[in-house]
């Protein structure tokens, strides 16, 4: 069903949600990662460490095979026992379901509640639902018009990146990649160049120089400023497809003060969904308006800028916590300075 839209005006937001400032992120996001100065803590199995799965000086198509290889074994994912916290907001319980490149879903609710966070993609377009989001809107784009749109401007990411938040990492052909560099405590770094709409970004792909894990992923904007980060940790091994997931995912957004993890406590790959047509479909909630974000005449204003038309979908500023945050990533990452260099020949 084709998602209608009336362009009557929409109020300006009257109370601040971190969780508006997080689903957007999660919708584009896309990378994955983690970090342990044990190289191997983390991904075990029982009491049995990874095998050794690259040579001690890896060349780049050795890495980048070992990454493909474990991302393949993974056709679709489904954890349907999830948490989600975010600071300053209570936990939420979630599900989440992927097959990549482009489908995936997150849900969040409370047993009092109900639903409160519905992010979804399927092959055609991605959407956002936030329960407590004022106005009441439904945002959604489709993935050939997201290059023009509003959404774009404020987090430049390509929507099927959604699957490597799960840790199912792919380095695209048409991308420049560059390394391994060496890091310290036996991590390596490849340096990747991506074309945008707005000029090339950068993103530093951190790995196990042993498991072939990816453990953190730095993207960049063209002018040199960390978008975002994000961390990976808990490793196991799936039995049934033979590849190294993550239970614990930990993600940053510098310029919305963002942080939130989601704890996967179980994990099904490789089994279809038991009704697909309604998990891939983008779902319609009473009294939420859906809002095109590739419209001309829809814009996104940021947490601190007011909006800019009567049209305008505000995101709001997160609440005031009693004790800030702690960052994620307090400084840019080992081996990929801030604003990028050029790369060495």
Request: proline share 14%; glycine share 6%; with cysteine.
């Amino acid at each position: 069903m084709k998602p209608t839209q009336s362009r009557s005006m929409i109020a300006p937001a009257r109370a601040g949600s971190r969780a508006c400032l997080l689903a957007l992120v999660v919708v584009a996001l896309a990378s994955t990662g983690a970090t342990c100065p044990n190289a191997l803590r983390g991904y075990q199995v029982g009491v049995s460490p990874l095998p050794r799965a690259l040579p001690a000086q890896p060349t780049l198509e050795q890495v980048i095979g070992t990454v493909h290889d474990n991302t393949r074994r993974v056709r679709s994912l489904m954890a349907p026992q999830a948490v989600l916290s975010v600071p300053g907001v209570p936990r939420l319980s979630a599900q989440v379901a992927c097959e990549p490149p482009r489908r995936f879903r997150l849900r969040a609710q409370t047993a009092i509640t109900g639903g409160e966070l519905d992010i979804g993609s399927n092959d055609e377009l991605f959407w956002l639902w936030i329960r407590r989001h004022e106005p009441a809107v439904t945002l959604y784009c489709r993935h050939d018009d997201y290059a023009k749109s509003a959404a774009r401007k404020l987090i430049p990411l390509r929507a099927d990146w959604m699957p490597e938040l799960l840790g199912l990492v792919t380095f695209r052909p048409e991308d420049q990649h560059e390394g391994p560099v060496n890091l310290s405590d036996g991590r390596i770094e490849v340096r990747t160049t991506m074309a945008g709409p707005d000029g090339a970004m950068r993103k530093s792909t951190i790995l196990d120089g042993t498991t072939g894990l990816v453990l953190e992923q730095h993207l960049f904007t063209p002018t040199g400023e960390r978008l975002a980060s994000v961390r990976t940790s808990r490793h196991r091994v799936d039995p049934p497809s033979g590849a190294a997931l993550p239970r614990l995912v930990e993600v940053s957004w510098p310029a919305s003060g963002v942080e939130f993890q989601l704890e996967l406590t179980s994990i099904t790959t490789n089994m279809p969904p038991a009704d697909p047509g309604q998990l891939w479909q983008m779902p319609s909630y009473e009294g939420f308006q859906p809002i095109d974000l590739a419209d001309p005449a829809v814009t996104i204003s940021g947490p601190a800028a007011p909006a800019a038309s009567p049209a305008s979908v505000p995101l709001p500023a997160p609440p005031a916590a009693a004790v800030p945050p702690r960052p994620l990533l307090p400084a840019p990452p080992a081996g990929f300075p801030t604003p990028p260099q050029p790369y060495p020949g």
